[in-house]
């Protein structure tokens, strides 16, 4: 079982930026990918980032966000740069093993709202 706790959401001006933080419970943290994935009212979740041994990152993000983590500390981050209104969303963290295509663990969320 792992637990994820999202944190550093907040609410900021277009042009700022933000860090999100997902804190996971577990000792076999490193066996897992994990990724963010975003939800916007009256949107589908949209994946955003996923680290593995190779990261990936949706085009409406690359350039902007970059995601790492730190095993160490079983944290995944999600640093967000030149963040638009459109950024704006529910932005969850979720934890896959890394053999697997599905992911399995969720966190709760955190909200991100960009205005303009």
């Known amino acids: 079982q792992v637990q994820l706790v999202e944190s550093g959401g907040g609410l900021v001006q277009a042009g700022a930026s933000l860090r999100l933080s997902c804190a996971a419970s577990g000792r076999t943290f490193s066996s897992y990918a994990m990724g963010w994935f975003r939800q916007a009212p009256g949107k589908e979740r949209e994946k955003v980032a996923d680290i593995s041994s190779i990261t990936y990152y949706a085009d409406s993000v690359k350039g902007r966000f970059t995601i790492s983590r730190d095993n160490a500390n079983n944290t995944v981050y999600l640093q967000m740069n030149s963040l638009k209104v459109e950024d704006t969303a529910v932005y969850y963290c979720?934890?896959?093993?890394?053999?697997?295509?599905?992911?399995?663990?969720w966190g709760q969320g955190t909200q991100v709202t960009v205005s303009s």
């Open positions: 979720a934890a896959r093993k890394i053999y697997r295509v599905n992911y399995e663990y």
